[in-house]
């Protein structure tokens, strides 16, 4: 494995800032589905009760004429119907600690606050994506960026909504109700060019319903936040599908279908889960495909 080399991109008028909102912790197995664990501890280690490093990394794009928000993290301040925080026993089962890198925190050090967030596009609503979009406000949930539009697709809205037995452990209504009764949510229904400037999105079924890609080009520099679609470096391997996608076959045909563009073209490829580094370029490697190079941004 190459190393991870530091490098700096601006795509357009977008300074591109990764956001980290913290670690925490998932089944290795889960993550990785049908492949061994012998070959996938090898690049993530697991701990004694087998979850391994994830990272919960949101992008800012920003510009002096708007500062754009994708997915935002776990969160955690939110509440359940009964008005109780989710707290130790949700905190200890994923492994969540408050040390280290928070939502807060890394758009201050991009010397923003949530007052500043014009735009938040959510990948979609599991909890690991959307969790940071509300806060509890004196016992209230609100959203959490106060002057900002939340674009979301339509279908995963009504799958959030509705969820199937699998996924319901990953839904919170407190991460999209309290945006739906502020009235701030922008529904995209299918696969949208420049719905922002340089923004675009792309339709991804496999994880869950009504996912979506975010891609950000100026023409000659082109970034994709895959969200769970390729959520580490590591899910680069068509075949590498994670337990929690609903149709791991469908999921491969569509990675291959996204990828190929990347290879082709030379696109950064931007990870929200990986720990070791923020995005990555990839090369074909017969029918499949791998990393060629690591960057942190």
Known sequence: MTATQKIKLKIGDYEICPVPTGIFGLDGGAMFGTVPKVLWEKSNPADEKNRIQMEARGLLLKSSQANILID??????????????????????????????????????????????????????????????????????????????????????????????REKASYFPANYQPLLDAGVLNLLDGAAEHFLPGISAQISNGHTQGHQMIRISDGKLTLVYCGDVVPTSSHVRL?????????????????????????????????????????????????DFAVQQRFWL
């Not at 807060?104 to 979009?133: N, R």
């Not at 016992?139 to 509705?162: D, I, M, S, V």
């Not at 994670?242 to 569509?254: F, K, R, V």
Request: proline residues 6%.
């Open 239 to 287: 075949p590498w599908v994670m337990g929690y996608d609903l149709s791991p076959m469908m999921l491969i045909e569509e990675k291959s279908r996204y990828l190929g563009p990347a290879a082709d073209q030379s696109w950064y490829l931007f990870f929200e889960h990986d720990p070791y580094c923020d995005a990555a370029l990839i090369v074909r490697q017969g029918q």
């Open 72 to 165: 935002c993290g776990n969160g955690g301040d939110f509440i359940d119907k009964y008005g109780e925080k989710l707290g130790s026993k949700f905190n200890e089962m994923y492994n969540i600690s408050d040390d280290g890198p928070s939502l807060k925190k890394s758009l201050t050090y991009h010397g923003l606050e949530f007052e500043d967030i014009d735009h938040v596009i959510l990948t979609h609503l599991h909890f690991d994506h959307a969790g940071g979009g509300t806060r509890s406000v004196n016992g209230q949930l609100k959203p959490t960026f106060p002057n900002a539009k939340y674009h979301l697709q339509k279908k995963n809205l009504e799958t959030a909504a509705a969820p199937n037995l």
